[in-house]
């Protein structure tokens, strides 16, 4: 008599755990069946700015699709790789826009920026001495509100002369 309770247990046990698990297969089939069909919105544009070295040209067009500045410009940025102790000139041209450049430390700290060059133009010319070495981050922008347009950025490392 023992030994047909113990198979009434395991039969309704097993019964009932297959139950159990019928009720999950389908309960996680019908789950994702839904997430397959759930609207999937990806960013349109990913933060990957592009590598610059020294003395070579960039020209590029500012656009809409450029970072917001929220002062109703925008800016693109650029990265590269200084040493400590360089000394470096960025000089930034636009007969489109009035540009503004700056450099960012890796950290995001503002180095330096120049809004309007010496010549009296609005285009840029930043000049700065390097004080530890990483990844930098050279920020075009327009000034303000203007929307942009085609532009030229030069970097160059300073050489010191031999005397």
Avoid: H
Wanted: proline share 3%; hydrophobic share 40%; net charge negative.
């Amino acid at each position: 008599m023992r030994f047909g309770m113990v198979i009434r247990f395991v039969y309704k046990w097993f019964a009932t755990f297959t139950v159990s698990f019928e009720k999950l297969a389908i309960g996680i089939a019908l789950c994702s069946l839904g997430l397959q069909t759930l609207p999937v919105q990806a960013e349109s544009k990913v933060y990957n700015p592009q590598a610059i070295t020294s003395d070579k040209v960039v020209s590029d067009v500012l656009t809409l699709d450029d970072i917001p500045t929220g002062d109703g410009g925008f800016a693109r940025d650029y990265f590269v790789q200084l040493e400590k102790g360089d000394q470096v000139t960025i000089d930034l041209t636009s007969d489109n826009f009035d540009s503004m450049v700056m450099l960012i430390a890796g950290d995001g700290a503002k180095i330096a920026e120049n809004d309007d060059g010496p010549d009296g133009s609005t285009n840029s010319l930043l000049f700065s001495r390097i004080t530890e070495g990483g990844k930098y981050i050279v920020r075009v922008r327009a000034y303000g509100d203007t929307s942009g347009g085609e532009y030229t950025l030069k970097l160059t490392r300073l050489k010191p002369t031999m005397k």
